[in-house]
């Protein structure tokens, strides 16, 4: 009997974490064959802007030849409406009488299961496979759902899943900076930059603020995006008051945390493409980087002037020798209007009253926070703040 995965989702675009999960799909299942099921109008997403098919299609192909055994099957794309997991698994078993069918899921998805249209008709067709991803509250709510359903006969398998945790959105965030190479199969990233998908190609220097705002708001978390409007608008506020160029603190406000999206590894990797050599503090405290990445991506990308660049650089440990735009948005970052802790109204008085005083608040309530938590601190905040007590 033919063992055969399907391997379903938007794929846009395919990176390499699907590879990794699909090529361990095929080797723990013992898959004979594994199709690539590109999404047509999947029912949780008809919202959202999806690439268009043509090209998700083209890029799959383009991925699935790193793969064994494996091809992309094109079915839903030729439907029209909503595709349901339901009918793909109806027209697989026409189309292969006989064979054994799994049905490849991720413990996010698995769990979405049982909502799912005609879900007993998919479960009482396939074998699930469960590839193990997410935090361990997910997996674990996974096995218990597995368990339950594989008492009302549902056949559930868990598989290991030793794939990079990455999703399509970072893979995007990546594109826009330039360094998503890395993380995509051959032959995909040439295909984006041909097509100029994804934005890819676009020149984003030198934007006007309405412009800039609309693609730095489109790269940041949902969660990130009142707090940098926030510090972009507190910041203009500060440059008014200590004299520094309101245009320089707006675009250094807005950019300052734009790679903060990105985890510890994607910050490495960043810094690797861009070929800027780390020292040990931030090899060893990757969560750190986002400053230095997001000063490189205002410079590269963005094309932002030296002293926008160094102020996003110095924003979290800030540094020696500080300029007054520099010490501005260090402390609208840490005072802006959607901040709240002990101790930030009277950052929020001295930042309009006594700039250094402000600065030197900052940074001793960092370092505070950091020995409590058996953090390391870093150099650059010690040299900031004994410069400060030199003054």
């Not at 705002?213 to 790269?219: F, H, I, K, N, R």
């Not at 790679?259 to 510890?264: P, R, S």
């Not at 590894?265 to 990445?293: R, S, V």
Request: charge should be negative.
């Amino acid at each position: 009997m033919e063992r055969i995965g399907i391997f379903g989702g938007t794929f846009d675009p395919p990176h390499s974490g699907h590879i990794q999960a699909a090529r361990q799909a095929i080797a723990t299942l013992e898959l004979d064959r594994l199709l690539l099921v590109p999404a047509g109008t999947a029912p949780n997403k008809q919202e959202r802007d999806i690439t268009p098919a043509s090209h998700r299609l083209r890029m799959l192909e383009a991925a699935a030849q790193a793969l064994p055994r494996a091809g992309v099957w094109d079915w839903e794309l030729r439907q029209e409406g909503v595709s349901y997991t339901y009918l793909t698994v109806r027209q697989l078993r026409e189309e292969f009488p006989g064979a054994e069918l799994f049905l490849i899921l991720g413990s996010d998805r698995f769990l979405l299961l049982p909502q799912w249209r005609n879900a007993d008709e998919i479960l009482s067709s396939v074998t699930v496979a469960v590839l193990r991803r997410g935090a361990q509250d997910t997996q674990e709510a996974a096995e218990r759902l597995a368990v339950q359903l594989q008492s009302r006969g549902a056949r559930v398998s868990q598989v290991p899943n030793a794939a990079v945790p990455i999703s399509s959105t970072d893979v995007k965030r990546m594109l826009a900076f330039g360094c998503a190479d890395p993380l995509l199969p051959e032959g995909v990233g040439d295909y984006i930059r041909a097509h100029g998908l994804y934005g890819v190609g676009r020149d984003c220097r030198n934007l006007p603020m309405d412009q800039l705002e609309e693609v730095v708001v489109s790269l940041l978390n949902p969660n990130r995006v009142a707090h940098v409007l926030g510090c972009r608008d507190t910041a203009v506020e500060m440059a008014r008051r200590w004299g520094a160029d309101e245009t320089d603190a707006a675009r250094a406000g807005i950019l300052h945390d734009i790679t903060k999206a990105l985890d510890g590894p994607l910050q490495l990797t960043l810094c690797q493409e861009y070929g800027t050599i780390l020292d040990t503090f931030f090899t060893q405290n990757p969560k750190t980087l986002h400053a230095l990445t997001g000063s490189l991506v205002a410079e590269r990308i963005f094309g932002e002037n030296p002293r926008v660049v160094s102020a996003i650089r110095s924003h979290t440990t800030g540094k020696a020798n500080m300029t007054a735009l520099e010490k501005i948005i260090y402390v609208a970052d840490y005072m802006e209007p959607n901040r709240d802790f002990p101790g930030v109204e009277q950052l929020r008085a001295l930042a309009f009253s006594d700039l250094d005083g402000a600065l030197r608040l900052g940074l001793e309530m960092t370092m505070a926070l950091l020995r409590r938590s058996g953090s390391q601190i870093s150099p650059e905040s010690q040299d900031a703040l004994a410069w400060l007590n030199r003054q």
